[in-house]
């Protein structure tokens, strides 16, 4: 039985194209790999594992910045969030707007259960 050879340069392309879709991504040049392979020698088996040293690089490196993409688009999300529970919480003052009283505790109550303290004040 034959080992089937792994596309890296396939997958490097799709991982490209995988990151311009993904809009908190930083602009990430590839790495230059020219030469690279010269100096581990010209052999299959070198190359193959040139190759994927490389594509593994490039996984852990994705994996990274996604991490970093899902944490600034949560960061952003919670601001967001914060700013509607105070307009809700001012508007909620004014007896014209009393039905948002619950909704603002119910906000608190949730900020409370998944952070383990109160909203930070404004």
């Known amino acids: 039985m034959t080992e089937k050879k792994i596309d890296v340069e396939g997958i490097l392309n799709t991982l490209a194209a995988v990151?311009?879709?993904?809009?908190?991504?930083?602009?990430?040049?590839?790495?230059?790999?020219?030469g690279a392979a010269t100096l581990l020698g010209t052999s299959e088996e070198a190359l193959e594992l040139f190759e994927l040293e490389t594509l593994a690089g490039a996984l852990e490196s994705f994996a990274s910045e996604l991490t970093d993409s899902v944490e600034t688009a949560r960061e952003e999300a919670l601001a967001g969030a914060l700013e509607i529970y105070y307009a809700a919480e001012e508007l909620a003052k004014d007896p014209e707007h009393a039905h948002l009283v619950p909704i603002v505790e119910q906000m608190r109550e949730s900020y409370r259960r998944d952070y383990g303290t109160d909203i930070p004040e404004r």
């Open 19 to 34: 990151r311009k879709q993904i809009s908190h991504l930083a602009a990430a040049p590839p790495d230059d790999a020219t």
